[in-house]
Nanobody
Framework: QVQLVESGGGLVQAGGSLRLSCAAS????????MGWFRQAPGKEREFVAA????????YYADSVKGRFTISRDNAKNTVYLEMNSLKPEDTAVYYC???????????????????WGQGTQVTVSS
């Protein structure tokens, strides 16, 4: 079955950096668009970043643009989220998600994604 496993979360001071990874199995990774979402306590899940199946197209939420970078390695079945200049408001559980696609596009809506990981906690202290 399809599994998405996130890792790399932790506690970091404001201004610091973290790199999240999401390892996928049970699917043909190169045929899936991938996304990162996050959910803070008491808030709805929100879009962070998305990447097309080839990695050639990326898209970011305005709140993270210029600070976060999404990338993927199709040979390793892994998608990454490099997070720099972290702020306390970035504190959340971060989830990766996968959607089977038939073109090289991306999706920013959570409802478009079929498979989800279990999440990894990111805490940014001030």
């Amino acid at each position: 079955q399809v599994q998405l496993v996130e890792s790399g979360g932790g506690l970091v001071q404001a201004g610091g950096s973290l790199r999240l990874s999401c390892a996928a199995s049970g699917l043909t990774f190169s045929t899936y668009a991938m996304g990162w979402f996050r959910q803070a306590p008491g808030k709805e899940r929100e879009f962070v970043a998305a990447i097309s199946r080839s990695g050639g197209t990326t898209y970011y939420a305005d709140s993270v643009k210029g600070r976060f970078t999404i990338s993927r390695d199709n040979a390793k079945n892994t998608v990454y989220l490099e997070m720099n200049s972290l702020k306390p408001e970035d504190t959340a559980v971060y989830y990766c998600a996968a959607k089977l696609v038939y073109s090289d596009t991306y999706y920013a809506r959570a409802s478009a994604y079929v498979y989800w990981g279990q999440g990894t906690q990111v805490t940014v202290s001030s």
